[in-house]
């Protein structure tokens, strides 16, 4: 992960989470192609099961978060 050197201490944190964020978005649009084939192939499935398996996608392609001393209150 990025240090940030090139930010004050005071805002590595929040532009760690920022970073964060933008490549989890960038991880969502890059699955959008196999979001549109499962609905095409599949249309009968309920909405709700298919942002389940959207979800489900977007977890198992997600990289595993690094959380060695750093506590998140969400």
Aim: net charge positive; glycine share 2%.
């Amino acid at each position: 992960m990025n240090l940030h050197n090139n930010v004050p201490p005071e805002q590595r944190r929040i532009q760690q989470i920022v970073a964060r964020f933008n490549a989890d978005e960038q991880l969502w649009r890059s699955l959008e192609s196999k979001r549109r084939l499962r609905r095409r192939v599949f249309p009968r499935v309920w909405a709700k099961r298919q942002k389940q398996l959207d979800l489900l996608d977007f977890d198992v392609a997600r990289p595993p978060q690094d959380c060695v001393g750093l506590f998140e209150d969400l």
